[in-house]
C-alpha cells in the first residue's frame, strides 16, 4: 500500500480506463458520523447547561454499549440507535435539523485531501457518486455541494413517524452492478470492504495501516485523513 502524493497517483488510475468513482461520506468526506448529528439535535433542544451536561454523562455511560452494538452489527445499530433516536422526530423535523447541521458543523470537517480530489476527478470527467449508510436527510447536502449523484439510506414517511431501511447488503449490492475494471472506490472502514473489494482501484482514507485492510487482495492507495 502506498500514500497518494500528488494528481499524478490519480492521473495514474484514470489512464487504466477508471471512469466512475465511489465515495463513502461519514469519515471520508468530513470527519463525521450519525451520532454527531443526534448530539447536534439533542444540544439545539436541551437549552438548560444542566440538562446538557446530565444528557453528556448519560451519552458517556451508554457509549461502550452502542460501540458493542456497531462492531457486531450495522444493521442491529441501526435498529437499536438510529431508530429509536430519531424515529421520535418528524421528518420535516429531521429534514431542518440536518439543513442546519451540514451548514453550521459539516462544512468544516471536510478531509481536505478527499474534498479535493472529487472536484479533480469531476474536472477530468470522472462519473463520481456518493455511496453512504447514513440517511438522505444529510447526504443529499453532500450531493448538493459537490454537484453529484447519492446514493443512500432513504427515509420513509409513515403516519407514526418515520422508517429507515435496512443496511444488511446495502453497499454490496450497489456496488456489484459496476464494472470493476473501470472503477475506483473511496472509503474509511471494514464497513466499505464490500465496494473496496469489489474494484480494481480501492483507495482508503486512514492514517495508518489497519487488519482489515489484509482482506482486500488488490493494492489499495492510502489518504491521509
Known sequence: MKHIVDSSDIDGILANGVNHAVIDVDNTITKSNIAQFYMFIKRERLK?????WLFLMYCF???????????????????????????????????RYAERYFEEKLRKQFIVPVHDLIFYLKEKGVQVTLLSTNFDLIVKHYGTYFQVPYVCLPVVKHDSGIDFSQLNGFKRNYIQRLNPATTM???????????????????????????????IQREAVLIRA
Open 185 to 215: 472506490a473511496i472509503g474509511d472502514s471494514k464497513y466499505d470492504l464490500p465496494m473496496l473489494e469489489h474494484v480494481h482501484y480501492p483507495i482508503i482514507v486512514t492514517n495508518k495501516k489497519k487488519k482489515w485492510m489484509k482482506s
Open 61 to 95: 455511560a451508554a457509549a461502550p454499549f452502542y460501540l458493542a452494538v456497531d462492531r457486531l452489527s450495522r444493521d442491529w445499530f441501526n435498529h437499536i440507535f438510529v431508530q429509536r433516536k430519531f424515529g421520535k422526530y418528524t421528518y420535516e423535523q429531521l429534514e
Open 48 to 52: 438548560s447547561r444542566l440538562l446538557w
